[in-house]
C-alpha cells in the first residue's frame, strides 16, 4: 500500500477521502478494463490516482473536479496526456450527455463523495440512456441498497429507482486504510449497467413519485398508503395485495403502477 505522503490535503466540504492503496487502485482498474476507443468520464480524480494509469493505458478521459485548488497539480502531472480534459465543476449539476449524438456512450468511474453519494447518483440515473457502465466507489450502506432484493431491509427508493434503469453489481470492498483521509465505515466497488431500454424520463418521474408514497410510512401496509392513490382493481390487477408492505413490491411492478400514474395523469 502507498502511503498519505504527498497527497494533497482532504477538504470537509467536499468529502475527500483519497485512495492511496495501490492494489485496489490495481483492481479497479482490471475491474474497469478500460479501451482506447472509450469515453471515460471520472468524477473527482481528487490527486489523480485511478486519473493517472487509466491515461497510461490510453484511456480518452475527462476529469470532472470541483476543488480549484486541485486543477493546477492534476494539470501540471496529466496535462501532456493527448487523451486527457479536465473541468472544473461540479459534477452534481454536470451535463453527462455526449457532446455529439454520434458519440460513443459514456463509461463513468468514480469514487463519489459519501456526503453526496445518493443525490449525485440520482442525477447519473437520469442520464442512463448515454451511458455504457459505471464503476463507483460509495459506503456500503449504499452499495447494499443499490443491488438490494425485495422483503429486505436495504430495499427502498434508491434500490428501485437505480434498479429500473440498471443492473447494480457489487465487486468488492474496501478497507478505510485504504483511503486518505481513513472514513469511519467500509467502502464498496459498484458497476452500475443500464439496461437496454431505459424508462422515459416522464416515467421515471412518476416512478420516483409512487415510491416516495409507498415508503412515506414503511412500516404500515400499503393500503394506507399506495391504497389511497390506486384502486383495488388496479392493484389486484398486478397481483400486488393491499396487505404488503412497501420493501415487497417488486421494481417491475412498481413501474407498472408508475406507468398507471402516467397514464391516469397524462403526463
Not at 73 to 89: A, E
Request: charged share 20%.
Amino acid at each position: 500500500m502507498s502511503t498519505a505522503r504527498d497527497q494533497p490535503h482532504a477538504k470537509r466540504r467536499f468529502g475527500q477521502n483519497f485512495l492511496i492503496d495501490t492494489s485496489v487502485i490495481a483492481e479497479i482498474i482490471d475491474c474497469v478494463a478500460a479501451r482506447p476507443e472509450d469515453n471515460l468520464i471520472e468524477i473527482g480524480p481528487g490527486s489523480g490516482a485511478l486519473t493517472s494509469p487509466l491515461l497510461r493505458g490510453g484511456a480518452q478521459l475527462t476529469a470532472v473536479e470541483i476543488d480549484h485548488d486541485l486543477i493546477a497539480s492534476l494539470t501540471t502531472k496529466l496535462g501532456h496526456y493527448p487523451g486527457f480534459k479536465l473541468v472544473q465543476g461540479d459534477a452534481l449539476t454536470y451535463d453527462f450527455r455526449p457532446a455529439e449524438p454520434a458519440e460513443r456512450k459514456l463509461r463513468i468511474v468514480g469514487n463519489l463523495p459519501y456526503n453526496i453519494s445518493s443525490p449525485l447518483l440520482l442525477h447519473l440515473l437520469s442520464y442512463a440512456e448515454f451511458i455504457e457502465d459505471m464503476h463507483l466507489m460509495l459506503q456500503r450502506e449504499v452499495a447494499l441498497r443499490l443491488a438490494a432484493a425485495p422483503r429486505c431491509a436495504d430495499y427502498g427508493r434508491l434500490t428501485i429507482a437505480c434498479q429500473s434503469v440498471c443492473t447494480a453489481d457489487l465487486l468488492f470492498d474496501v478497507d478505510p486504510g485504504s483511503f486518505q483521509p481513513a472514513p469511519s465505515i467500509v467502502s464498496s466497488l459498484v458497476r452500475l449497467t443500464p439496461k437496454p431500454n431505459v424508462p422515459s424520463a416522464s416515467l421515471r418521474d412518476a416512478l420516483g413519485r409512487v415510491t416516495q408514497v409507498a415508503f412515506s410510512q414503511r412500516r404500515k401496509m400499503i393500503r394506507h398508503t399506495l391504497g389511497k392513490e390506486f384502486s383495488s382493481e388496479e392493484l389486484s390487477g398486478l397481483a400486488i395485495e393491499s396487505t404488503l408492505r412497501p420493501e415487497e413490491i417488486s421494481v417491475a411492478n412498481y413501474l407498472k403502477l408508475a406507468e398507471i400514474w402516467v397514464a391516469r395523469r397524462g403526463r
